[in-house]
């Protein structure tokens, strides 16, 4: 497996492109115990459950950047140019936050809930 540089990553969620400079996605899957008093092992058993995801991004701030808490749509984040590393998915924006220091460049942070399947291609 080769090592990438995230350089060339990017995040476009229905509308396009918001100068997307760096994101995150956290992928769960819920464990659920089915040990019972005939287990004679002694120790637990588990089956796989539902799994989820989630995440944020961030941006350079921009008046163009219109996207608030609720709205949905189709997300493609990807790891570097072309079709290599691009995971998608329906998102529901969950929150943003606009960070103004007084010696840099102001941010936005727009935090995401996945819905439905998180899809991978390599």
């Known amino acids: 497996m080769a090592e ?3 350089k060339l990553g990017d995040v476009q969620f229905s509308s396009g492109d918001d100068s997307v400079h760096s994101w995150t996605i956290s ?3 819920d464990v659920l115990e089915t040990t ?3 287990d004679s092992t002694g ?3 588990y ?3 539902l799994t989820g995801w ?6 350079y701030y ?6 608030i808490p609720g709205d949905t749509g189709t997300a493609y984040f990807r790891t570097t140019t072309g079709v290599a590393g691009v995971w998608n998915g329906t998102i529901f924006i969950t929150g943003m936050d606009v960070t103004t220091p007084i010696d840099g460049i102001v941010t ?3 935090t995401f809930q996945g819905s439905g399947v998180l899809t991978a291609s390599s």
């Open 47 to 49: 089956i796989a459950g």
């Open 108 to 110: 936005q942070t727009y």
């Open 27 to 29: 992928y769960t899957g």
């Open 4 to 6: 990438m540089s995230g």
């Open 54 to 59: 989630s995440g944020s991004y961030d941006c």
């Open 43 to 45: 120790g637990r058993s």
């Open 62 to 67: 921009s008046t163009g950047n219109t996207k």
């Open 36 to 38: 019972d008093f005939d």
